[in-house]
């Protein structure tokens, strides 16, 4: 299962936690897996709101009072107490880690001596962890996200007023794609950064999918537009291989046409994957031939030397380009011929097409006094049998 972050308005924990109970998380199973954990005074509450409209879930974690100010090794003890599996506990443990060396980084202080204030709160512990055990409930096992907004102004911390996004918050997004606004206030948290900047596989455009939930987060503030995290769900769509590669490319009028054939034998020794050619007008309405050639990129040299050296051509043209193709597969048929190799294309494991080898076909023809067509005919009709088609 697929997770996509649609972060228009940013993101914080209880934002991700609204999100996954609106998706369809159950708030009982949620608590429950949380009374792991060696907390208290704290209670999970989730409530319909709108924002501009936009129906959403609002988590909220309300705490006592918590002035605790736990560092790195306290935190990470708390989670460990919970006995919580391992596709939970990791990557709790290293949210909290990335926070804590984001947290030194920025202070210039050993990682030991990091005391977390906002983010070592009962409620930051709730949002991480919670996170994580909703993922795995929803069956989660890639998280992608949207670029990310940062706000912009000043917020209040235990340090202090901190411009935004706060300095935590920077050093945790980098190599992130972001962009500035689109309010002066706060919209990624550094607990939203950690999460996540260690959950994501990719941040940009949706990856392709079968959406099968969405449910949106609503964040506490109030903003001229909907302050709101989205969350899709999907399975995933396993996309065709692709494969880059190089087409060298050249228009010619001035050559012996002989020559084509040399030229293209010589293409193939090298690498060539496919050459073709195709007549066309020229200037002057000379008709001249458009030899094209399909190759790796690292074939671009050595097949380039060919074409200089062996035809009249004084430039070519290179292209990149993308081709998807169907896996490969050779099957060897017995017919009353003899035996022919068919060549399979396959879809994710599906025989979609089915041809003999032309030259298997040429060879037997020749020797049995036979139609080419015929030998042809005789080995897919062989293949269908064996496939049960026939």
């Known amino acids: 299962m697929i997770a996509y972050l649609d972060c228009f308005s940013g993101i914080s924990g209880d934002m991700l936690l609204g999100a996954m109970v609106d998706a369809g998380l159950s708030l009982d199973d949620l608590r429950g897996d949380l009374a792991r954990l060696p907390l208290t005074g704290y209670e999970l509450r989730a409530e319909r709101v709108t924002k501009q409209g936009l129906a959403a879930t609002q988590v909220t974690v309300e705490v006592g009072h918590d002035h605790a ?11 460990a107490a919970a006995d919580l599996p391992p596709e939970i506990a990791d990557p709790a443990t290293r949210i909290f880690t990335r926070l804590a060396e984001a ?3 920025v202070h210039d202080r050993p990682v030991e001596q990091v005391h977390f204030h906002e983010v070592g709160a ?6 991480v962890v919670g996170a994580c055990l909703g993922l795995h409930r929803l069956g989660v096992t890639e998280v992608y996200a949207s670029p990310l907004p940062l706000g912009g102004g000043w917020v209040a911390t235990a340090h202090g007023r901190l411009p935004i996004p706060a300095p935590a918050t920077v050093e945790l997004l980098k190599d992130v794609p972001t962009y500035g606004g689109p309010v002066e206030k706060e919209l990624v948290t550094p ?3 950690a999460i996540l900047t260690t959950l994501c596989r990719g941040f940009g455009p949706m990856p392709a999918m079968t959406l099968t939930a969405t449910g949106c987060g609503a964040g506490t503030l109030d903003l001229p537009h ?4 989205r969350l899709l769900l999907g399975e995933p769509v396993v996309p065709l291989p692709a ?3 190089i087409v060298l490319e050249t228009s010619i009028d001035d050559m012996n046409p002989e020559f084509f054939d040399h030229v293209i034998e010589r293409l193939f020794a090298a690498g060539a994957l496919d050459v073709y050619l195709t007549p066309i007008m020229m200037k002057k309405s000379r008709p001249g031939t458009l030899l094209s050639a399909l190759c790796e990129p690292a074939r671009v040299d050595p097949l380039s030397e060919i074409l200089f050296r062996e035809t009249s051509t004084l430039g070519l043209r290179v292209m990149e380009v993308s081709r998807r193709c169907l896996e490969r597969e050779w099957r060897e048929v017995e017919t009353e011929y003899g035996r022919v190799r068919v060549k399979l294309g396959l879809l994710r494991g599906e025989v979609v097409t089915a041809a003999p080898e032309y030259e298997d076909c040429k060879r037997l023809a020749l020797e049995r006094g036979a139609p080419v067509k015929a030998v042809y005919d005789a080995a897919r009709a062989a293949f269908l049998r064996e496939e049960g088609k026939a």
């Open 122 to 127: 009962v409620d930051a512990i709730v949002d």
């Open 69 to 79: 100010h736990r560092g790195l090794h306290d935190i990470l003890a708390i989670i």
């Open 191 to 193: 607990t939203g950064a």
């Open 243 to 245: 494969q880059r590669l």
């Open 103 to 105: 947290e030194a980084k």
């Open 226 to 229: 909907p302050n709101l995290l």
